[in-house]
């Protein structure tokens, strides 16, 4: 059995938490239609100190086996050998300064093929302004901020987000079969499908649930559940834009 289950994983960076930046992406998971080749990322501070933000964006690459690796976005290049654009996901800016209690926004901008699914690792690092981060600040400002955060203990942490990318022509087509005791969705089509509020309960106490989770389908790929004496599986079949409420039960 094949599973297709995307993680965007906690990112922490280093210690440097009494006062200072607390951010907050949003959602972890993002996609980009078929239709569309910018998606606008909002970045929300809950702390009590401006946060200054990298944002970095690594390609998720799956091989046949369904293990995975990230390498840096690759540049295009014209004929003359110079280079052009980038052939993936790029943010811009992808430095951002949020105050305290504000929200700022990178717009992730797709440049490149779109005749198959492809995915990104986006990630917002909050550091200490140095000069060769390109922040907009004065000397004054970035010795100033560093001498605010020495005044308390700080952690500072980060996020890592998944970014899909569908095809331009995207095609979903979800292939359902079931038996006595198994229940298996293939995705046939040429973009991810998705498992929405995932949830697993009791049918005599619907209160007796496990934890509600969220399951990703790779094209070409099959997510097969164990049916359970007593239990009903219950989630959003999402396909793009459309959603659809299913239920299973032994």
């Not at 290049?77 to 996901?89: H, M």
């Not at 200490?128 to 901020?145: C, G, H, M, Q």
């Amino acid at each position: 059995m094949k599973h297709a289950v995307l993680w965007a994983g906690l990112f922490l960076m280093s210690l440097t938490a009494q006062a200072g930046p607390a951010i907050n992406v949003g959602v972890v998971y993002d996609y980009l239609e078929g239709d569309r080749s910018s998606y606008l990322k909002r970045v929300y501070n809950g702390g009590t100190s401006t946060a200054f933000i990298k944002v970095n964006v690594l390609e998720i690459i799956y091989n046949a086996d369904g293990t995975s690796r990230e390498v840096p976005v690759a540049s295009m290049t014209d004929a003359k050998g110079s280079t052009t654009n980038r052939d993936g996901l790029m943010a811009s800016p992808a430095r951002l300064i949020v105050p305290a209690g504000g929200r700022q926004g990178t717009r992730l901008l797709y440049m490149g093929r779109r005749d198959k699914e492809r995915y990104f690792r986006v990630r917002f690092i909050p550091v200490v302004p140095e000069k060769e981060d390109d922040f907009a600040i004065t000397d004054a400002e970035r010795s100033e901020y560093k001498k605010d955060l020495a005044a308390g203990v700080n952690v500072m942490a980060g996020y890592g987000t998944v970014f899909f990318v569908r095809p331009k022509d995207t095609r979903f087509d979800t292939q359902i079969s079931e038996t006595a005791s198994q229940f298996t969705l293939r995705n046939a089509g040429n973009s991810t499908v998705v498992l929405d509020e995932f949830r697993d309960c009791s049918v005599a106490k619907k209160t007796d649930c496990e934890p509600t989770t969220k399951h990703h389908i790779l094209p070409g790929r099959q997510l097969v559940f164990e049916k359970k004496v007593e239990r009903q599986f219950s989630f959003q079949l999402v396909e793009g834009r459309d959603k659809k409420p299913m239920k299973v039960t032994r």
